[in-house]
């Protein structure tokens, strides 16, 4: 479903996203007024090495909350629409942990904050990890420049999630999306690496 919009008004443009107004006509007849953001949409991976039981995670300052947050590797769908949403992973996962996976399946698909913003984030589980080069010409820059990468046990990040230790909403949506995988045995039957995306190919 998708209610006609009326009119739209650009309130503000930045380098991501623009802050728009749009008049939308509810089933009803009556006009409403909404706020949002745009935004290109997303892809983070869950790096998980099954022979130690541990994830790739990243420690990178995000200046709207102002701490460091606990995060998986993540990257925006901006290098055109022909790009596949599982080969922009892969770009992400190497670019911030220099490491490439051969085994690919997609985890979990969420609307991150749907009241307020029209982000779309895939999140796939890589497996079969091995390190790789950065892409060629690529430089890590402004937060990723200080961002810092490691190992931590799967347990470990499941228990953090839990304890509200960790809030990046990638990497607590991609942990129990994993973690409810594992204990139901769904493991092997996740969705393939291409498989559609309903939300973003309405």
């Given at each position: 479903?998708?209610?006609?919009?009326?009119?739209?008004?650009?309130?503000?443009?930045?380098?991501v996203?623009?802050?728009?107004?749009?008049?939308?006509?509810?089933?009803?007849?009556?006009?409403?007024?909404?706020?949002?953001?745009?935004?290109?949409?997303?892809?983070?991976?869950?790096?998980?090495?099954?022979?130690?039981?541990?994830?790739?995670?990243?420690?990178?300052?995000?200046h709207?909350v102002?701490?460091?947050?606990?995060?998986?590797?993540?990257?925006?769908?901006?290098?055109?629409?022909?790009?596949?949403?599982v080969?922009?992973?892969?770009r992400?996962?190497a670019e911030?942990?220099?490491?490439?996976?051969?085994?690919w399946?997609?985890?979990?698909?969420?609307?991150?904050?749907?009241g307020?913003?029209e982000?779309?984030?895939?999140?796939?589980?890589a497996?079969d990890?091995?390190?790789?080069?950065?892409?060629?010409?690529?430089?890590?820059e402004?937060?990723?420049?200080?961002?810092?990468?490691?190992?931590?046990?799967?347990?470990?990040?499941v228990?953090a999630?839990?304890?509200g230790t960790v809030?990046?909403?990638s990497?607590?949506t991609g942990?129990?999306?994993?973690?409810?995988?594992?204990?139901?045995g769904?493991?092997?039957k996740?969705?393939?690496?291409?498989?559609p995306?309903p939300?973003?190919e309405?």
């Amino acid at each position: 479903m998708s209610w006609p919009v009326i009119a739209r008004d650009v309130l503000g443009e930045g380098h991501v996203s623009s802050f728009v107004n749009e008049t939308i006509e509810v089933p009803t007849g009556e006009l409403i007024e909404r706020q949002y953001l745009t935004h290109p949409g997303a892809v983070a991976v869950v790096a998980w090495r099954e022979e130690t039981d541990d994830i790739a995670v990243l420690r990178q300052y995000r200046h709207p909350v102002r701490a460091v947050l606990v995060e998986i590797p993540a990257g925006l769908l901006d290098h055109g629409d022909d790009e596949a949403y599982v080969v922009a992973a892969q770009r992400e996962l190497a670019e911030e942990v220099a490491l490439a996976a051969d085994r690919w399946e997609v985890l979990v698909d969420i609307c991150t904050t749907p009241g307020a913003c029209e982000e779309t984030l895939r999140i796939f589980l890589a497996r079969d990890l091995r390190p790789t080069s950065r892409p060629e010409g690529f430089e890590l820059e402004g937060e990723e420049a200080q961002m810092t990468w490691g190992w931590e046990p799967r347990a470990d990040l499941v228990d953090a999630v839990l304890a509200g230790t960790v809030v990046s909403p990638s990497l607590c949506t991609g942990i129990l999306a994993l973690e409810t995988a594992r204990l139901s045995g769904f493991t092997q039957k996740l969705r393939p690496a291409d498989a559609p995306w309903p939300i973003r190919e309405r």
